[in-house]
């Protein structure tokens, strides 16, 4: 048993380290904020390994560690205070090796992005990202998200009508996009 | 079909992949708000997906083990007074396995967590075919384990 222990100690540091960023990318782009989605990323590894021992055994350890992380953000945003942060923050907090001018530009898009995540309900933007940026199936994502798979697909129309109109002078052929979105 | 359905059509084959309706295809050759829709979806998650995965800052790693270190001081008092019940539930949760695995039903009981958990790690204990596996995969393949592969890495290791 102490072997086995120790054994899952050193597995939950390699899972750490496979999944640190995805987790941390998941959580910056639901919460717009890098200093509250490192936070974020750190409190899903902590519940995954205070829980180490208490998988579901029928669920693909992906979609498990995505339901922390989605129930996670889902939880701080429903507490207005995430809401009302100023998401702009994000241009504080520059990666290392980027030069300036690349920097700026991904900043502005990055905050561009992060209001039209912003004002979706939370549910549609967890659905949306974990299905765009995750590559998940939405049978993986309903369960991420504990809900139905039809109720991912309706939420994840929604979130695209939603940004499409959101995001419409972004878009290539940006005049016709109100008219599309009906 | 109406526009809603067809768009709705197309951003499921959008996400999945696989052939398009043929009845969304029809109404799409004829309907030029479809056809922008389709063009914006696109565009949509070239967006979207220039928003490339970012790093975490350094020191992320330092802060977050401390957190962990932290973390571990409460397990492992609770690990202590496990430890002085564990004969007790282990023949317990050796009993309640062997029921369920050899005359249960296909979904277990709803036992407790301490319960479960224990069961978890007798049934792991012996199982050798888990502890030469590489710890990730170890990890990975517990997570998809379900009664029936239990079952299966039971009896094969009693036959051996
Ligand atoms: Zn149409």
């Known amino acids: 048993m102490l072997a086995f222990q120790a054994g899952s100690e050193e597995a939950f540091v390699k899972l750490y380290r496979l999944y640190r960023d995805r987790i941390f990318n998941f959580a ?8 509250q989605a490192e936070e974020a ?5 902590l519940k995954i390994y205070r829980a180490k021992d208490r998988y579901r055994a029928n669920s693909k350890f992906s979609t498990y560690i995505f339901r922390v992380a989605s129930n996670h953000c889902l939880n701080l945003l429903a507490r207005k205070e995430h809401r009302l942060t100023d998401h702009g923050e994000m241009a ?18 990055r905050s561009i992005i992060a209001e039209a995540v912003r004002d979706l309900p939370s549910k549609q933007a967890a659905a949306l990202l974990l299905c765009l940026h995750e590559g998940m199936t939405y049978r993986d994502v309903a369960e991420a998200l504990d809900t139905s798979e039809s109720a991912i697909k309706s939420l994840v129309f929604r979130a695209r009508e939603t940004m499409m109109k959101k995001l419409s002078t972004q878009l290539p052929g940006a005049e016709e996009v109100a008219h599309a979105v009906q | 079909m109406q526009c809603n359905e067809c768009q709705r059509s197309m951003v499921m084959t959008h996400d999945h992949g696989g052939t398009r309706d043929p009845q969304a295809e029809t109404h799409l050759q004829g309907c030029v708000t479809c056809q922008t829709f389709a063009r914006n979806l696109q565009g949509l998650d070239g967006l979207l997906l220039a928003d490339t995965p970012d790093q975490v800052r350094p020191g992320f790693d330092t802060r977050f083990f401390a957190r962990l270190n932290e973390q571990r001081k409460q397990p492992a008092r609770r690990w ?4 002085l019940v564990a004969p007790l539930t282990g023949a317990v949760a050796a009993g309640v396995l062997g029921v369920i695995l050899l005359a249960g039903p296909r979904t277990a009981p709803d036992l407790g967590d301490d319960l479960e958990v224990a069961m978890h790690l007798e049934m792991l204990e012996d199982l050798e075919v888990i502890s030469n596996l590489e710890d990730t995969e170890a990890f990975e393949i517990l997570a998809k384990l379900d009664e029936d592969d239990l079952r299966t890495l039971l009896t094969e290791e009693e036959m051996q």
């Open chain 1, 41 to 45: 990323a750190q409190d899903v590894f």
């Open chain 2, 80 to 83: 202590h007074l496990w430890h």
């Open chain 1, 92 to 109: 504080d907090h520059p990666s290392n090796n980027d030069d300036p001018e690349s920097s700026a530009s991904r900043s502005q898009l």
């Open chain 1, 28 to 35: 910056r782009r639901m919460l717009g904020d890098q200093a």
